[in-house]
């Protein structure tokens, strides 16, 4: 079964950073479309950064844009998402995703046009 690995997550105090990485196990996704998702306490998941199969666009979502570099390394088949400068309002459970198909170009910035899913890292920054 092809399964995404996110990793990374952890404990850091406000203003901290830490790195996420998604490495599939199974499959390469080098020609797939990625995206990172959050879902905090009692909301629903919420979009924060997709990239493109090339790696040559990315998007982020306003609460999070120019705090977090989303990235990917296809000799690794591996994506991340480097965070700065957390705030205590990133806390949350956050997934990797996949595209449902491959070579799509642009980027994907729905939940419903993502195909495969990590089981979640936990970020908690404390205030």
């Known amino acids: 079964q092809v399964q995404l690995r996110d990793s990374g997550g952890g404990l850091v105090q406000a203003g901290g950073s830490l790195r996420l990485s998604c490495a599939p196990s199974?499959?390469?996704?080098?020609?797939?479309?990625m995206g990172w998702f959050r879902q905090a306490p009692g909301k629903e998941r919420e979009f924060v950064a997709a990239?493109?199969?090339?790696?040559?666009?990315?998007y982020y979502a306003d609460s999070v844009k120019g705090r977090f570099t989303i990235s990917r390394d296809n000799a690794k088949n591996t994506v991340y998402l480097q965070m700065n400068t957390l705030k205590p309002e990133d806390t949350a459970v956050y997934y990797c995703?996949?595209?449902?198909?491959?070579?799509?170009?642009?980027?994907?910035?729905?939940?419903?046009?993502?195909?495969?899913w990590g089981q979640g890292t936990q970020v908690t920054v404390s205030s």
């Open positions: 199974g499959r390469t996704f080098v020609t797939y479309a």
């Open positions: 995703a996949a595209d449902r198909i491959a070579l799509r170009n642009g980027l994907r910035l729905r939940e419903v046009e993502y195909g495969y």
């Open positions: 990239i493109s199969w090339s790696g040559d666009i990315a």
